[in-house]
């Protein structure tokens, strides 16, 4: 009886909570529904993210560096390339990146080194610049700057030919030695050996009573070749003398000429002709401003009765210590009369010196436009029939056109 009461309280407890569970059930799926009404939730898209890759993004993205930069080493070495072009001129825009070009091995300079030596050389002479580039090659023989050095070393070769003109040699081109002028020292008495346009006046008064002018024009009209005309008085009398000069050979690189002369001699009181061929020599060393020495060897051929040939030797040394002085040594020996024994021979033997200034400096790198003004002396060391002359000094001139 027990066991049924219990049976049954349990059955009547079931039924009634089913009903409350279903009710529950109920309102809960309401709320929902009304939930639903709010909020509509769209289905989520299907995206592709291929569609937003652009090409070359397949690759690995960087990696970030952890490590940090590592300062750069004080001392490094420049690497120049080998085929750089040496023409090109280095610029600079800070003096500290100059001073910060190291050599790379013995006996290599740098920009620096070599723009400090060409301000050294700013106010210095060809010959003292040539100098100075020398002992900075040896100095440092694997220089980067070497062929620009040994081009300027050409130019003020060229430029220790010439008189200097101020200002020409900063940063200007020499002349083709084919072309240059050797500029040699005009003599006083003896021919001149190098072809040169140029007019040469000259005034001698000679104790103890003698007196004596000269005028020679020339005109080089192939740097060669020139003719002349001159006029002066010697021993044997005035006499005009037309003629021509060849240069065989005329090099401004050794500073050396060799040329060879034809003199027609007119000469007046006596009346007479004579032909005079001349050979001359002349050779230009680089010492101070230029030493000049030159030789020529004459013969006149008298057309007069009862006349021989007259021989004349001639030498004469001239060095310019600076652009404005130079001094010069002139030996001149004249025979007569040689080769005939019944007549004694006939000798006049000079020797000539004095000094030359520049009054007028050259216009242009040949040396035309200038003006040479000197003094000289002449004193004879042996004669033999002419014994009025005991000496004579000479006032000249040699204008360069």
Same mark, same amino acid.
């Given at each position: 009886m027990r066991l049924l009461s219990r049976l049954a309280l349990c059955t009547a407890a079931l039924c009634l909570a089913v009903p409350a569970w @279903? @009710? =529950? $059930?109920?309102k809960d799926k309401d709320k929902d529904d009304d939930d639903d009404d709010e909020v509509e939730v769209e289905p989520d898209l299907d995206v592709d993210e291929d569609d937003f890759k652009e090409d070359g993004d397949d690759e690995a993205p960087p990696q970030r560096i952890e490590e940090d930069d590592k300062p750069e080493e004080e001392g490094d070495e420049l690497d120049f390339d080998d085929d750089t072009d040496d023409t090109d001129d280095l610029k600079f825009t800070d003096d500290d990146d %100059? %001073?910060?070009v190291q050599p790379r091995q013995p006996g290599e300079d740098t920009a620096q080194l070599y723009r400090d030596a060409q301000k050294k050389t700013k106010d210095m002479s060809p010959d003292e610049e040539q100098l100075f580039w020398e002992d900075y090659l040896r100095k440092y023989p694997k220089s980067l700057f070497g062929d620009r050095i040994d081009q300027r070393m050409d130019e003020l070769s060229i430029l220790m030919f010439d008189e200097r003109v101020e200002g020409s040699d900063r940063g200007a081109r020499g002349l083709d030695a084919a072309q240059q002028e050797l500029n040699l020292t005009m003599p006083l008495k003896m021919s001149p050996v190098d072809t040169r346009t140029h007019v040469a006046v000259g005034a001698e008064v000679g104790f103890p009573s003698y007196a004596s002018g000269q005028l020679d024009v020339e005109y080089a009209f192939l740097r060669q070749a020139s003719a002349h005309l001159n006029i002066e008085r010697d021993f044997a009398g005035a006499a005009i003398s037309p003629g021509a000069r060849y240069a065989i050979i005329k090099s401004a690189r050794t500073g050396t000429v060799l040329s060879g002369g034809l003199d027609l001699k007119i000469n007046a009181s006596p009346n007479f002709l004579a032909f *005079? +061929?001349?050979?001359?020599? /002349?050779q230009k060393l680089r010492v101070m401003e230029g030493l000049d020495f030159q030789a020529s060897f004459s013969v006149d051929a008298e057309t007069r009765e009862d006349s021989d040939l007259r021989w004349n030797w001639a030498f004469m040394a001239g060095l310019r210590p600076n652009e404005i002085v130079s001094v010069f040594w002139e030996w001149d020996w004249d025979a007569k009369y040689l080769s005939? +024994? =019944?007549?004694n021979t006939f000798t006049f033997f000079t020797t000539n010196f /004095?000094? $030359?200034? *520049? @009054?007028k400096k050259a216009?242009?790198?040949q040396g035309n436009g200038r003006i040479d003004v000197g003094l000289g002396a002449s004193f004879p060391y042996a004669t033999n029939y002419w014994g009025f002359y005991n000496g004579s000094v000479n006032f000249l001139g040699d204008f360069y056109f």
């Open positions: @279903a @009710a =529950d $059930k109920k %100059q %001073q910060s *005079r +061929p001349t050979i001359g020599f /002349g005939n +024994p =019944d007549v /004095g000094l $030359k200034f *520049r @009054a216009t242009d790198e």
